[in-house]
């Protein structure tokens, strides 16, 4: 199709990384209602009690304005006088909950526990706070991500959070993904007829995109949609903007590099966005049949994350007009 201004755009998305790039696609969309951010829930577990969505509260709190700009996760202004009592008693403190985080996962579980779905509470929850874009999670059901280590085999947050990253990983397992069904508001975003992009954001291609894409239909899905498929680069200079995706590779044979990533993908996107300090690479990646695009993909202000978002959508647009234009020639 062509893109317009008001095309929709579908974003896939981790943590902090895509979080960034998330809030610049709803800064300079017309109408951030028709952008859908699709948002991985293999990070989730069960903590105290509580549902905690790392990824989707990322997203929620960032897109709500209220997001903890120092450490990208967790609100502003939190306080930890919960997770200190905690420890007074004894309890587990490895991984932080903070006062008005809390309060979050305390009405998820509630509302889960009372029959209502995922998709459903994260809808009510955005509503409440504002969030302008649509976030959804990949699934209803459950999908756990397992880190496979030299140490064995390890629930992503104990590899993530407790564990620091320290364990030399070996491969993942996204357990229950053969079962699980993509959202339905997911697939329909991918469906619609004025898609103008989906963006698989800047996060872990296998922590935080995998997971998405091994729910059953969502690459035959991305296949069938009529807009381009982009993705962006989290690697820069052969470094990890945001995380431990550089310390994977290199752990399963790959050496870092946007190369590496645009491979990953491979039979799936259209295009690749990589930064002006991996412009060598643009030709072996462009050999591979994939359109590129080099820009700087650092987003450290707001502008910076506009400024991606905008270059992201505009090549989005050129990927269209060409598409198009080779259909009709």
Not at 79 to 98: D, P, Q
Not at 135 to 141: A, C, H, K, Q
Not at 163 to 179: I, L, N, W
Not at 284 to 306: L, P
Request: aromatic share 6%; with cysteine; hydrophobic share 45%.
């Amino acid at each position: 199709m062509t893109f317009s201004a008001d095309a929709r755009c579908v974003a896939l998305s981790g943590g902090v990384g895509g979080a960034k790039l998330a809030l610049g696609l709803a800064d300079v969309i017309a109408d951030p209602g028709r952008l859908t951010v699709v948002a991985n829930t293999g990070d989730d577990f069960e903590h105290l009690g509580l549902r905690v969505c790392p990824d989707l509260d990322t997203l929620t709190y960032t897109l709500a304005g209220i997001a903890n700009e120092e450490t990208g996760w967790g609100r502003a202004g939190e306080s930890g006088a919960f997770m200190a009592a905690l420890g007074a008693l004894g309890g587990e403190t490895w991984f932080f909950l903070g006062d008005r985080d809390l309060a979050l996962h305390v009405e998820r579980t509630r509302r889960l526990r009372a029959g209502e779905s995922l998709s459903a509470v994260t809808s009510a929850l955005c509503a409440r706070l504002g969030v302008p874009a649509r976030i959804v999670p990949m699934s209803d059901d459950p999908v756990p991500t397992v880190v496979e280590t030299e140490e064995g085999p390890l629930a992503f947050q104990h590899y993530f959070v407790r564990e620091r990253c320290r364990p030399r990983v070996t491969g993942f397992r996204h357990e229950g993904a053969e079962r699980a069904r993509p959202c339905a508001a997911f697939l329909d975003a991918l469906a619609a007829p004025d898609l103008g992009a989906v963006v698989v954001c800047p996060s872990n291609p296998y922590i935080s995109i995998d997971p998405i894409l091994a729910l059953p239909g969502v690459r035959a899905a991305l296949a069938a949609c009529r807009a381009p498929v982009i993705a962006v680069s989290p690697i820069v200079g052969g470094r990890a903007v945001k995380g431990p995706t550089a310390k994977m590779m290199a752990e399963l044979g790959t050496a870092p590099g946007a190369a590496a990533i645009a491979r990953h993908y491979s039979g799936l996107i259209d295009g690749f966005v990589l930064d002006t300090a991996d412009r060598a690479e643009a030709d072996a990646i462009a050999a591979g049949g994939v359109a590129v695009e080099v820009t700087n993909t650092i987003m450290s202000a707001r502008a910076d994350k506009q400024a991606l978002a905008r270059a992201v959508l505009a090549f989005a647009r050129r990927i269209s007009a060409s598409a198009q234009s080779s259909s009709t020639a």
